[in-house]
């Protein structure tokens, strides 16, 4: 009997789909024995062969954490190695902190958060999350967390993150059906029914929380929501961006880095009244920043004022609080999603 030609293998749908994510967002995926988990900073992602994973490990799962990691750290970072993390000393655990936040907020929106969850020493953090793993708004970890989902909007990242995400749910769900129990159930029981999106096309919050859009400080008086860009009626459910009112002290983000200029307007007497502010150059002038934030900017005990508030240009008397100025300054230092 001749021997039968192979001209096929068979591979893992999860592992397939997250092999090709990974290559469509910039990174070639190998298997090593050498490391759990390594980026070269030249293109390639090495994971660790089966028999060096835990049971509850697998490649996808692997493969997603990793693309968290480089949510977090930005585009730059496929350009460094291990994404320029040391995960030998604590100086960086807020990091890893933050990508465990990214990674429970993207799987938790499909019904996989415990299906594809780290199983690493960080895997009590990442239990101990509860339904709004963005809690503690303005923790280091978390602001990190709020700009890396930003970021999963845009390339090299969007739309192959969420496509996977997609096909893994699919895969999950009709395998969950078929998982049979036993001493060791599979983890594709685990998967939960992910919550239909918001009637704003966002996703939605979890029904842990009763907080209406009445009560979401991106809803104005017009009934226009910030965050969706549209109208919204009050008594609907919040969704996974609802913020309570905040206090622009505790804030400050459009005098911080936000924002890196303020032109002064004709007339404005800020340019007469604090000339030492002023920078002035050919066909402008703007107020001096220290660093990345304003000069005029005083800051004490995460308190934020304005040295000049009665005296202040024109742009700032316009700023509207919870505007869609506002909203922007905010995602860009992390406070809102």
Not at 19 to 44: M, N, P
Not at 134 to 160: D, I, N, Q, Y
Not at 189 to 214: I, N, Q, Y
Not at 283 to 306: F, I
């Amino acid at each position: 009997m001749l021997p039968r030609a192979i001209t096929h293998c068979y591979r893992d749908p999860l592992s397939e789909v997250w092999i090709a994510a990974a290559h469509k967002v910039g990174l070639k995926v190998q298997r090593t024995s050498d490391a759990f988990a390594h980026s070269d900073g030249a293109g390639s992602l090495y994971i660790a062969t089966d028999e060096h994973l835990d049971e509850d490990d697998c490649l996808a799962q692997m493969i997603f954490h990793e693309i968290c990691h480089s949510l977090v750290e930005g585009p730059c970072a496929f350009q460094t190695p291990d994404w320029g993390l040391d995960n030998r000393h604590d100086e960086h655990r807020f990091r890893e902190h933050a990508a465990l936040r990214v990674q429970a907020v993207l799987t938790g929106r499909f019904g996989l958060r415990n299906v594809l969850a780290p199983t690493t020493d960080f895997r009590s953090f990442y239990d101990d999350l509860g339904p709004c793993p963005l809690s503690g708004e303005f923790g280091e970890s978390t602001m990190l967390a709020k700009v890396a989902l930003r970021r999963a909007e845009t390339t090299p990242w969007w739309p192959h993150l969420g496509r996977a995400l997609e096909a893994t749910a699919s895969i999950v769900k009709i395998a969950s059906k078929w998982a049979a129990p036993s001493q060791s159930p599979a983890l594709y029981r685990r998967r939960e029914e992910p919550l239909p999106p918001h009637v704003s096309g966002l996703p939605a919050r979890s029904s842990d929380f009763a907080e209406t859009c009445g009560d979401c400080t991106w809803l104005g008086s017009s009934g226009h929501c910030q965050q969706a860009g549209r109208d919204l009626s009050a008594e609907e459910r919040a969704c996974e961006r609802f913020e309570a009112a905040f206090d622009c002290l505790d804030c400050g983000a459009c005098c911080r880095a936000a924002y890196h200029s303020v032109t002064i307007a004709e007339g404005d007497v800020v340019e007469k009244r604090h000339p030492r502010l002023m920078v002035h150059h050919e066909n402008y002038t703007e107020l001096r920043r220290e660093g990345d934030h304003c000069a005029a900017l005083e800051s004490s005990d995460g308190r934020h004022s304005c040295s000049i508030y009665e005296d202040r240009p024109t742009c700032c008397r316009e700023f509207k609080n919870a505007g869609t100025h506002c909203v922007t300054a905010r995602r860009r230092l992390g406070l809102s999603l």
